[in-house]
């Protein structure tokens, strides 16, 4: 098989492999085209592309020849009559978001894998790029706040006087706020967590958080271990006992959210103006609408002398991990895809294949995109 990988357009650092990676593809009798300055914003050259084994070629002639091509983020709209039928692409899709692209690329034949409709199964967990990406997001939303915040992390006892250590509240421990706990108790922060799956608590306990629960949560095993949505009820207690903990907290690193809805708000206008000047909201959930009343996606704000960072991309910030975890992920569903001779065997008997492929034969295939794009 040859695979061609895409540069990314818009601010997007990231490329989907790294030379390190190529190698192996190649160790797996992969031909592997790359388009010219694919890696340069993840700092990884052509010239090191090329010593790794791939051939470096023109955006149009990668998607001429490639049977699959690889990229981060959808390709432009323009590229898709560049496809033909019966090609593959595999990319983050999200489909909603991205639906229109979907349908066009749909009605040009292209076969379609989401890479973020990977199942969450204890298999697939080394294709999970939603994963890999949720712990680049929950380090890096500690940093920020860290760096932003007027305080110390850790305690201190200096011959200035005693520095009380810094109260970090999360909201929503799943990989990124999970990640968000281990950061911020490994820089000595006093770590509180809010989530509505009684099944983190042991989770947060480990890592060294205190896990504050509210009674009456709604859990659905058929949800596949996500959050599902709360009653009114719970959500008044919820938001109040969030606005005790917040108003002592110095940062809050927001994570919280439910499958295909919009995350919940959990921190009120009224509980950030009850906040400390001087603190920092990191909100993870910037782009399905934010846990936090006020956050803007995409900007920083200021409400009250609290810091309001409204963020979804921070794994194009550290383009060089994220790119080693997503091209790592990419590999191993590959592996489920070619035989011993690096030809294509696309088994959709196999429930990764079957529930990552989302387009195929010009129809949508999977149940879940169906659901999720309201396709009869
Ligand atoms: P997510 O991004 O959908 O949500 C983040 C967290 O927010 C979740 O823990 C969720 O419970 C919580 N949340 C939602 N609504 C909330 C509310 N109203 N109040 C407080 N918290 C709320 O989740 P995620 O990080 O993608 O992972 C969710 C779960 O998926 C994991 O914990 C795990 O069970 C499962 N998972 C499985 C695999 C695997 O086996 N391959 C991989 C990753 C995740």
């Known amino acids: 098989m040859t695979v061609g990988i895409l540069k990314e357009s818009g601010n997007e650092n990231r490329v989907a492999i790294l030379p390190g990676e190529v190698a192996v593809l190649r160790k797996m009798h992969i031909v592997v085209l790359i388009e010219r300055h694919a890696g340069d914003r993840a700092f990884a050259t052509d010239k090191a592309y090329n010593a790794a084994g791939a051939l470096t070629i023109e955006r149009k002639d990668l998607i001429t020849r490639a049977e699959m091509v690889l990229s981060v983020n959808l390709p432009v709209e323009e590229d898709i009559k560049s496809f033909r039928e019966g090609q593959i692409l595999c990319s983050v899709l999200n489909p909603v978001e991205n639906s229109k692209w979907i349908e066009k690329a749909r009605l040009r034949g292209l076969t379609i894998l989401g890479l973020d409709l990977v199942p969450r199964t204890t298999r697939a967990q080394s294709m999970d790029i939603l994963s890999s990406m949720a712990t680049v997001s929950g380090y890096k939303a500690v940093l920020e706040a860290a760096s932003r915040l007027p305080r110390f992390f850790p305690m201190f006892m200096s011959a200035a006087g005693t520095i009380k250590p810094a109260r970090v509240l999360i909201l929503g421990a799943g990989v990124a706020g999970l990640q968000a706990v281990a950061i911020a108790r490994k820089l000595g922060a006093v770590v509180e967590v809010f989530d509505v799956r009684s099944a983190v608590k042991d989770e947060v306990k480990s890592l060294g958080g205190k896990f504050i629960e509210v009674e009456g949560a709604k859990e659905d095993k058929g949800a596949g271990g996500y959050a599902v949505e709360q009653t009114e009820e719970f959500k008044l207690k919820q938001q109040e006992l969030i606005q005790e903990h917040a108003i002592e907290a110095d940062v809050v690193i927001a994570t919280a959210q439910i499958p295909g809805r919009r995350a919940p708000i959990l921190l009120l206008a009224e509980t950030v103006h009850s906040m400390k000047p001087g603190s920092v909201i990191v909100d993870l959930a910037a782009s399905t609408g934010g846990n936090c009343e006020l956050t803007e996606d995409g900007k ?77």
């Open 300 to 376: 920083n704000i200021k409400v009250n002398g609290v810091i309001i960072i409204g963020k979804s991309d921070y794994p194009s910030e550290m383009p060089t991990d994220a790119s080693k975890m997503f091209g790592v992920n990419i590999i191993n569903l590959l592996k489920l895809m070619v035989d011993k001779d690096g030809n294509l065997v696309m088994n959709l008997m196999d429930d990764i294949i079957e529930g990552t492929t989302v387009v195929r034969n010009k129809e949508y295939t999977s149940q879940r995109i169906r659901q999720m794009l309201n396709i009869k």
